[in-house]
């Protein structure tokens, strides 16, 4: 019994982690459907690969967000990925500023290619 409680705890942060990503990315134009697309895509990516810890879903999230819209090379997209990692392995909370991560490792990684 507490092992089904459990789990529909965590089902319910999950889906509150979405719903703030969500919000995050609301900003964006109601005919964006590339934008919709990208938001349902990597959300669900991002949950399906089990990404509970905040920080870590918020990673995952936003890299496949830039992806999804920008499709970098892939030794651009590599070398976001490893420096946005390195930039959160320290940090313990603060999962809001893992978009800000990922946004100057891609411009920082993208002026070197």
Same mark, same amino acid.
Request: some cysteine; proline content about 3%.
């Given at each position: 019994?507490?092992?089904?409680?459990?789990?529909?705890?965590?089902? %319910?942060?999950?889906?509150?982690?979405?719903?703030?990503?969500?919000?995050?990315?609301?900003?964006?134009?109601?005919?964006?459907?590339?934008?919709?697309?990208?938001?349902?895509?990597?959300?669900?990516?991002?949950?399906?690969?089990?990404?509970?810890?905040?920080?870590?879903?918020?990673?995952?999230?936003?890299?496949?967000?830039?992806?999804?819209?920008?499709?970098?090379?892939?030794?651009?997209?590599?070398?976001?990925?490893?420096?946005?990692?390195?930039?959160?392995?320290?940090?313990?909370?603060?999962?809001?500023? %893992?978009?800000?991560? %990922?946004?100057?490792?891609?411009?920082?990684?993208?002026?070197?290619?």
């Amino acid at each position: 019994m507490e092992r089904i409680g459990a789990k529909r705890v965590m089902v %319910v942060i999950l889906m509150l982690l979405l719903a703030v990503v969500q919000a995050d990315y609301s900003h964006s134009s109601p005919s964006d459907s590339k934008g919709r697309h990208c938001i349902l895509h990597c959300g669900a990516q991002c949950l399906l690969s089990l990404k509970i810890i905040p920080i870590q879903y918020m990673l995952c999230f936003n890299l496949c967000m830039l992806e999804c819209r920008i499709s970098p090379s892939d030794i651009t997209y590599n070398c976001t990925q490893d420096c946005a990692q390195s930039k959160t392995n320290n940090l313990e909370s603060g999962s809001h500023k %893992v978009a800000s991560f %990922v946004d100057s490792c891609y411009a920082d990684c993208s002026n070197k290619s």
